[in-house]
């Protein structure tokens, strides 16, 4: 059985003087990665990969490093949806993500629409689980992505699945039969 474990990133330290791809996590975050790693040490990960941002990076040497596995391979398109802006406000910020979740042809945020980016993650997706047939693999990303990524799956409504899931947060598929075996929406220090 080929699984993958999708991961949202651990918590960031938001600065909206710099690009939010450049993030970093809060000590919060780091310690959450711990615990996160804790929870899937059971299975057997072959290899960690994470989107070329800083925030999924820094989470995926966190959980490799406390499951003394390689360090995470860096691979395009499991980014989060591209966006430039910054929203000053979150209600603002969060009724755009629903728009743009509801309607995801439609451009309703940032740069690309969410049908574009949930078609490039999943045939990055699709890519990785081709290439690790029969092995566990964890994939660290993003909560807008994988949120349209698990909507399909879990036949639930992105923009639910988005205001469940915390940072971090992780979701175990089997990739043969496209169902969830596991999820846990949050990750919480003791």
């Known amino acids: 059985m080929t699984t993958l474990i999708f991961i949202r990133h651990a918590p960031t330290r938001i600065d ?13 975050g780091q310690r959450l990665c711990k615990i996160l790693a804790q929870k899937i040490q059971h299975y057997p990960i072959s290899q960690i990969y994470a989107s070329s941002e800083k ?31 910054f929203y000053e406000s979150q209600t603002e910020f969060r009724a755009k993500v629903k728009i743009a979740m509801q309607h995801p042809q439609e451009l309703h945020f940032g740069d690309e629409t969410f049908y ?25 990303t993003h909560g807008r992505i994988l949120s349209m990524y698990l909507a399909e ?7 639910i699945i988005w205001e469940r899931l915390q940072m971090p947060a992780f979701a175990l598929l089997s990739w043969e039969e496209k169902t969830i075996l596991e999820i846990y929406y949050s990750v919480e220090i003791a």
């Open 116 to 140: 574009d980016a949930k078609s490039r993650f999943s045939a990055q997706v699709e890519n990785l689980a081709q290439q690790h047939r029969g092995e566990t693999i964890a994939i660290v």
């Open 16 to 28: 909206k003087n710099i690009a939010s791809k450049n993030w970093t996590l809060t000590e919060d």
């Open 55 to 85: 925030k999924a990076q820094l989470t995926g040497q966190y959980i490799a490093e406390a499951l003394q596995l390689e360090s995470p391979i860096i691979k395009p398109n499991l980014q989060e949806t591209e966006s430039s802006n």
């Open 153 to 159: 799956i879990m036949k639930e409504a992105p923009e």
